[in-house]
């Protein structure tokens, strides 16, 4: 076997409704790995400019028309926001064919709403996050009964342009995903901002403070994947007896810090199943 061969998307066309950040992403993730040739990408969007823009730098056609996009492609992405998803599901209904995979990354939107919609039944959604615009995002994803095993293996070759995958069959875990890895990086930037501006008020300049809290994020990180212990072993050999990490990690409990990160994902959690059915802004859990 030749193990060179890169696996690829069969002379298929993609097609992206909406052609923004997380479009470039999975756009850029395709090129790299030569799955698809730039002729065979279809950029949608309301903006000529951007459509250049997308045209100059990795040689795609791009429309302003989202049934052109739709007619013309066999794997048809839904990138767009989900407030614009209401414009553009009518737009594409009538315009897709039976053997289509459509993939939608728009947060929020079950199965059911897009398969009714569009009136088709081969749809698979996923629920990405930022750090697939360099290749190291996490995406879950849940395919329709009706796609294919060939579609799905479609499905996940394209999501793995953004990085890691794991498909999963019940659709709840979309949401919790949507609250966990999908919003996670806010999360971790916020501790990371914290971290930086603690850094500042003792004293170091943000430049240095800003480059130790990264390598700190990115080393933690890298370690705890080479090891087989369980986290709070590994903050446990760093913290030893009446030491500088007992007193930071006990004014860390007594904040709550806990209680206010599960909170916080629970509540990102409601939201995004509120937001699936309508539900008006701001609805928290008691
Ligand atoms: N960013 C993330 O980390 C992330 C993570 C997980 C899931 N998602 C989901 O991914 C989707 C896209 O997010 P994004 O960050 O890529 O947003 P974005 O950068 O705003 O991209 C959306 C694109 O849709 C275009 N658009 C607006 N109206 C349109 C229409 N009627 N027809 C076709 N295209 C239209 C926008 O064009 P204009 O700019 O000209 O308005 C924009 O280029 C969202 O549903 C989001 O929930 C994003």
Redesign the pocket.
């Known amino acids: 076997m030749n193990t060179d061969l890169q696996p690829t998307l069969g002379g298929k066309t993609v097609s992206f409704?909406?052609?923004?950040?997380?479009?470039e992403a999975i756009i850029t993730g395709l090129l790299k790995q030569g799955m698809v040739d730039p002729e065979r990408i279809i950029a949608?969007?309301?903006?000529a400019e951007?459509g250049h823009e997308l045209a100059r730098r990795y040689g795609v056609h791009w429309t302003t028309d989202?049934e052109e996009a739709a007619e013309g492609g066999d794997l048809i992405i839904l990138?767009?926001?989900?407030q614009?998803l209401k414009?553009?599901i009518p737009q594409i209904r009538g315009h897709l064919r039976r053997q289509n995979l459509v993939l939608s990354?728009?947060?929020g939107a079950p199965l059911k709403l897009l398969a009714d919609g569009m009136a088709h039944a081969a749809i698979v959604r996923a629920?990405?996050?930022?750090p697939?615009q360099i290749g190291q995002g996490i995406t879950v994803w849940i395919p329709s009964q009706e796609v294919s095993a060939a579609l799905r293996d479609e499905a996940r070759l394209v999501l793995s342009a953004l990085g890691d995958e794991i498909c999963v069959d019940d659709e709840d875990y979309l949401d919790m995903a949507t609250a966990l890895s999908?919003t996670g990086?806010a999360y971790v930037f916020l501790f990371m901002e914290a971290m930086i501006d603690a850094g500042v008020h003792l004293g170091f300049s943000r430049r240095m403070a800003s480059h130790l809290v990264m390598q700190t994020m990115q080393g933690a990180v890298a370690y705890a994947r080479q090891n087989d212990h369980h986290v709070a072993e590994l903050r446990n050999q760093v913290t030893s007896p009446g030491g500088t990490s007992a007193e930071a990690i006990y004014q860390l409990e007594k904040g709550g810090l806990r209680t206010v990160i599960s909170k916080a994902i629970w509540a990102a959690y409601q939201r995004s199943r509120s937001l699936a059915v309508g539900r008006p802004r701001g609805t928290l859990p008691e």
């Open positions: 409704i909406g052609s923004g950040t997380m479009a949608a969007g309301p903006r951007r989202n990138s767009v926001k989900p614009v414009t553009v990354i728009v947060a629920m990405p996050n930022t697939g999908g990086p």
